[in-house]
């Protein structure tokens, strides 16, 4: 059983920062391609930023300068800096991976529970 389990969210001001944390436990065998995902009210979910398979980092045009994602494969654990928020980053943040469990012969998609991120202006 894989579990995804984000912290970090909160409400900041325009201009301040927050940091996203995501561990991924259970019975893993090894952990691919993660990344961080957002969702608006009454928008789609849309890429935020995340590790290719080949190490490669993809970001948004909206957060380029202004996020940067990292990861700690020794803790299974990816990491989102946010700096400079605006209220149009006001989303809930999913942190999503490509785990293969120690149960499966083949890697699946998973996905955390999401965390709130509010910014007010």
């Known amino acids: 059983q894989v579990q995804l389990v984000e912290s970090g969210g909160g409400l900041v001001q325009a201009g301040g920062s927050l940091r996203l944390s995501c561990v991924v436990s259970?019975?893993?065998?090894?952990?691919?391609?993660m990344g961080w995902y957002r969702q608006a009210p009454g928008k789609e979910r849309e890429l935020v930023a995340r590790?290719?398979?080949?190490?490669?980092?993809n970001y948004a045009d909206s957060v380029k300068g202004r996020f940067t994602i990292s990861r700690d494969n020794a803790q299974n654990a990816v990491y989102l800096q946010m700096n400079s928020l605006k209220p149009e980053d006001t989303a809930v943040y999913y942190c999503n991976a490509d785990v293969k469990p120690r149960s499966s012969w083949h890697p699946a998609n998973y996905w955390g529970q999401g965390t709130q991120v509010t910014v007010s202006s």
């Open positions: 590790f290719t398979p080949g190490g490669n980092t």
């Open positions: 259970g019975s893993i065998f090894s952990v691919h391609a």
